[in-house]
């Protein structure tokens, strides 16, 4: 019914910049909170940015005034610029969309199927 594709990741240099992007398609009538996570080898999944259907950001302490998450509705898709990328940010990136479907009472959670970020010299 949904598919969330994630793309953009890859291998950058401490201090470059990376920009995610994560696009949803289906039957879907709206969209409301969009989201990143990450996850490093042996780490618990953990939150990154979010941004609610009105354009409320937040952030982890850890990226915040680095990475700038933004939507756009028209093509409900997600991204995730980020810049002067550290070593500790390497991790798999996940994306996460609370969707509401035509035809359906309640919205719901999907996630994408992860792109890989490495940062290394």
């Known amino acids: 019914q949904v598919r969330l594709v994630a793309s953009g990741g890859g291998l950058v240099q401490p201090g470059g910049s990376l920009r995610l992007s994560c696009a949803a398609s289906g039957s879907i009538s709206s969209i409301n909170f969009m989201a990143w996570y990450r996850q490093a080898p042996g780490k618990q999944r953990e939150f990154v940015a979010g941004?609610?259907?009105?354009?409320?950001?937040n952030y982890a302490d850890g990226v915040k005034g680095r990475f700038t998450i933004s939507r756009e509705n028209a093509k409900n898709t997600v991204y995730l610029q980020m810049n002067s990328l550290k070593p500790e940010d390497t991790a798999v990136y996940y994306c996460?969309?609370?969707?509401?479907?035509?035809?359906?009472?309640?919205?719901?959670?999907?996630w994408g199927q992860g792109t890989q970020v490495t940062v290394s010299s």
């Open positions: 941004i609610t259907s009105d354009s409320r950001t």
């Open positions: 996460r969309q609370d969707i509401h479907l035509y035809g359906s009472t309640w919205s719901n959670d999907y």
